[in-house]
Nanobody
């Protein structure tokens, strides 16, 4: 079955950086678009970035320039580099893929930014 496992979340000071990872199994990773979302307490889940199987990247406007998505097909892993973190970036970050008509999500990794 499809499984997505995120890691890399931590407590960091404002202005700091983190790299999140999401390793996938049960899919043909190289043929899959992979996305990152986040959900802050009391807020809706929001789209951050997508890495397509064709190598294209798409970002939500509010993260462009601070967050970078990349992938390693050999490792079946997609990354999200978070730079210049702000307190409002505090959230649980989720990996996502859409396969055969279904959305799949990981359990998330918590990023806490202290001000």
């Amino acid at each position: 079955q499809v499984q997505l496992v995120e890691s890399g979340g931590d407590l960091v000071p404002a202005g700091g950086s983190l790299r999140l990872s999401c390793t996938a199994s049960g899919i043909i990773f190289s043929n899959s678009d992979m996305a990152w979302y986040r959900q802050a307490p009391g807020k809706q889940r929001e789209f951050l970035a997508r890495s397509s199987s064709a190598g294209r990247t798409i970002y939500a406007g509010f993260v462009r320039g601070r967050f970078t998505v990349s992938r390693d097909n050999a490792e079946r892993t997609v990354y999200l580099q978070l730079n210049s973190l702000k307190s409002e970036d505090t959230a649980t970050y989720y990996c996502n893929t859409f396969q055969n008509g279904m959305d799949y999500w990981g359990k998330g990794t918590l990023v806490t930014v202290s001000s």
